[in-house]
């Protein structure tokens, strides 16, 4: 909370305050010292508010017109596009949003890979960070199955699959989460009810990512502890809230984009065929966001020990803080880190490609080498060069460097100094 | 300070009673919140299906559903048969016997779940490198015998429970 105690000017104010402090909530995040010079990789949380919210609404209105039943589900959407007033843009905003959100999450997310924004002692808000994602990954598929259209039903069959690959349980768990035999009418129906309750839970998390942000306040492009507030701050109104407006709009322009001239761009044509249990797509591909996982998946020529790789990609991120040994947060002041960083976001990049991609010859090939490298880069990367590597010398403040033109040896701190 | 540890005195057998109690009663209301998500009665109902097989041509299969997964039935010609049986069992990944996956003195006619031990996509027939089926979502090979014997799944296209009613009919399940 603020330095000093907030008290409302009106007498009304000061007696609601009283009992429900939500006036001086409100001035904590008015004034909320923030670091001056964050940059525009910081504005994408207020980008992600954006997107969640977006989706929240919109998926409201659509469930005004859509219905969960198998024989109904695919008519309903198309009713929704032609016969719904408006239904084409509320359903196009919401499929291209979905999109757009985990375009800015991965933004968000390597942004505290390059700042280092994860380290101590921000390592809850980084894993808080990570549930919020592992939820927008489990409705983004469920949403996804909605439609109800081929990829809807073999996305689901192929993803639920992948839990048969347990041992001993397996095959009743994926029965468990079906509901029957295969996907079916109750898989549809309970992935709707999920679908709605998850953005809920993400909006929950929200609140938790941002209440244990604000306890050690935002991390910085040169990555050091600042004063608040201090010559290094300036209140979030109006400074943080005019230029995260301003990267909304260009954010949205880019999402309106694709709303009104290329809708479908992002999504795959065979969804546009109903479902049918009989014929699988010759081609399956899950949507964008999920490939460079789908291709670890794949590289691995065992079922269990892709299954283990793909969610331990992922789980991986969880200890990603105590797996780095740099005290340094920001890659400005790592020379070898910031390399290697790059080569990661390369390597990410790839695996995306190879995922679209038929998992044969050159491509199989490159999925592999591209899965030793993510791991490699988190279990061996990350400790080793934070041990060896010397790091450039950092400032002694934000300030200091700005006003002296650059970041003198006299000014500045080694790394063996408190950080 | 041990004296008093060792003492079990009436308020920790409240205790116990009282947290073992909550126990069961919690578990007693979370199996059915549980257990719901299983297949319900109308899903169980769908549990047999009689299908007729006099149509089928030698060498010729078709795909009917049954609780919501496709059975391929094929009627495998007499060379098909020799060649799934002429297979060494080293070669394969999960060695079963040709013999062992269809009935005895109805050698031709094979009756499959025709969904991949891999991830359950539909394997495509007369494809693959084992004159079999193909699965094209992630490339696995399985033979005439639909025994896996490339790619990433784990075993052998699995049979269902079956059985003659009459030569020309079959019910699975």
């Known amino acids: 909370m603020s330095e000093h105690e907030y008290v409302p000017k009106s007498k009304a104010g000061k007696w609601f305050n009283d009992r429900l402090p939500l006036l001086t909530l409100g001035a904590h995040l008015t004034d909320y010292p923030t670091p001056k010079n964050l940059n525009y990789w910081w504005t994408f949380g207020g980008i992600l508010t954006f997107c969640l919210i977006t989706q929240i609404v919109t998926g409201i209105v659509l469930a005004m017109h859509y219905v969960a039943h198998a024989d109904l589900a695919f008519a309903s959407v198309e009713h929704i596009m032609r016969d719904v007033n408006y239904g084409w843009l509320i359903r196009y905003i919401h499929s291209n949003g979905a ?61 639920t699959n992948l839990f048969s690959a347990i041992p001993l349980v397996g095959d009743s768990i994926t029965t468990w989460l079906w509901g029957a035999y295969s996907v079916d009418n109750p898989t549809l129906n309970r992935f709707f009810s999920l679908h709605y309750l998850i953005p809920f839970l993400i909006l929950g998390l929200v609140v938790l990512h941002i209440w244990a942000l604000h306890v050690p306040g935002n991390n910085n492009p040169v990555g050091i502890d600042i004063k608040k507030p201090s010559k290094d701050t300036v209140p979030f109104h109006p400074y943080i809230t005019i230029k995260d407006a301003f990267a909304l709009l260009v954010f949205m322009i880019i999402f309106a984009g694709f709303v009104f001239f290329t809708p479908n761009v992002l999504g795959h044509s065979d969804n546009y ?147 | 300070m041990s004296k008093e540890e ?76 020799a060649e799934a049986r002429a297979v060494k069992l080293d070669d394969l990944p999960d060695p079963q016997k040709d013999e062992d996956r269809v009935k005895d003195g109805k050698d031709e006619w094979l009756v499959m779940l025709g969904v991949c031990t891999h991830l359950g996509c539909v394997p495509l027939k007369d494809k693959g490198d084992f004159n079999g089926w193909f699965c094209p979502c992630h490339g696995s090979h399985y033979d005439v015998s639909g025994r896996i014997r490339k790619g990433p799944a784990p075993t052998n296209m699995e049979i269902p429970k079956f059985e003659f009613v009459d030569s020309n009919t079959i019910k699975i399940g």
């Open chain 1, 273 to 419: 065929i109903p479902a049918n249990p009989l014929v699988t797509p010759a081609h399956i591909v899950p949507e964008w966001y999920l490939l460079p996982f789908y291709a670890i998946l794949r590289s691995v020529p065992d079922k269990l020990g892709g299954v283990i790789l793909m969610f331990g990609a992922i789980f991986i991120l969880f200890v990603l803080p105590w797996l780095d040994t740099s005290k340094v947060r920001s890659a400005i002041f790592r020379p070898i880190y910031r390399q290697f960083y790059w080569i990661f976001v390369l390597d990410v990049l790839m695996l995306g490609y190879v995922g679209a991609m038929p998992a044969e010859g050159i491509y199989l090939v490159l999925a592999r080498v591209g899965t030793i490298y993510y791991f490699a880069h988190f279990i061996i990367v990350m400790p080793v060069v934070g041990l060896l590597e010397k790091t450039d010398p950092i400032p002694m403040s934000i300030s200091e460097p700005v006003l002296t033109g650059g970041a003198e040896p006299s000014l500045a701190r080694k790394v063996n100094d408190k950080v």
């Open chain 1, 99 to 159: 999109s757009m959100f985990f375009l800015a999450v991965y933004i968000h997310i390597f942004r505290s890979l390059f700042y280092g924004s994860y380290k101590s002692p921000r390592e809850v808000i980084w894993i808080i960070g990570l549930m919020i994602y592992l939820l927008m990954m489990a409705a983004a598929f469920m949403g996804y199955v909605l439609p109800w259209g081929q990829m809807s039903f073999w996305g689901a069959t192929v993803i």
């Open chain 2, 6 to 81: 060792k003492k079990v005195n009436r308020r920790d057998f409240l205790f116990t009673a009282s947290y073992t109690i909550g126990a069961v009663g919690v578990g007693a209301v979370i199996w059915p919140m549980i257990d719901q998500m299983n297949p319900d009665k109308a899903q169980q109902a769908l549990a047999t299906t009689e299908v007729d097989i006099s149509s089928i041509e030698p060498g010729k299969s078709i795909t009917v559903l049954w609780r919501g997964k496709p059975i391929f039935i094929k009627k495998r010609t007499s060379e098909e048969i």
